[in-house]
């Protein structure tokens, strides 16, 4: 079996109200895919994070991630589509995005 690597539409962003990371895929993802958003650190006191994102009925280009619990910093964003992660942006020998800032809830 041949993977395809996600790629996004557009950058993602983090919700109106903070709660969620939304993303929109280049391709339509079917609903029993496993979909899970990948934040990395970025800074000494951070953490990274692996949250599931939320169940689909239908094959759809939005995907959405809860981000209860996360603590509030700027990541590296990435999505894991059926074990196969989106690529980040690489420039002059370090990680520059796409990127997301979670803000104090």
Known sequence: ASSIVPGFAAAPSIGEDGKQLDFTMALAVPPQASAIALLFARGAKSSSYKIP???RADATTTLVAPLAGVSPGEYLVSVEIDGV???LDWKDGRYT????????S
């Open 97 to 104: 995005g796409p990127l997301g800032t979670v803000k104090e």
């Open 53 to 55: 994102c939320l169940p």
């Open 85 to 87: 992660a989106s690529l």
